[in-house]
Nanobody, 121 residues
Framework: QVQLVESGGGLVQAGDSLRLSCAASGASFSSYAMSWFRQPPGDERRFVAQINWNGASASYGDFVKGRFTISRDNAKNMVYLQMNSLKPDDTAVYYC??????????????WGQGTQVTVSS
């Protein structure tokens, strides 16, 4: 069982940067793949980024275009999402998710409660 708590959201202006954090508790954090998803108002939840168990491999949604970076610190049971050059379209609730690491992950077993990011123009 893994519990996830996101933090770091807020109201920023277009072009600003923000770093989201996700604190994980429970056993075997370092064996889990971690990810970020987001859900804009009135829209479905979409994949943002994921990172493998040791941080050696990461992938991103197409819309990220080099603006976001996912990272993790297994010693602290933390995962981060550094977001740069934010746009109003990045406004969403951002969720952290975890699942046991494996090839071809299609489902995420654990989810946080989300943190709101609002980008004003």
């Amino acid at each position: 069982q893994v519990q996830l708590v996101e933090s770091g959201g807020g109201l920023v202006q277009a072009g600003d940067s923000l770093r989201l954090s996700c604190a994980a508790s429970g056993a075997s954090f370092s064996s889990y793949a971690m990810s970020w998803f987001r859900q804009p108002p009135g829209d479905e939840r979409r994949f943002v980024a994921q990172i493998n168990w040791n941080g050696a491999s990461a992938s991103y949604g197409d819309f990220v275009k080099g603006r976001f970076t996912i990272s993790r610190d297994n010693a602290k049971n933390m995962v981060y999402l550094q977001m740069n050059s934010l746009k109003p379209d990045d406004t969403a609730v951002y969720y952290c998710a975890a699942t046991p690491d494996s090839l071809g992950i299609t489902e995420w077993e654990y989810w946080g409660q989300g943190t709101q990011v609002t980008v004003s123009s």
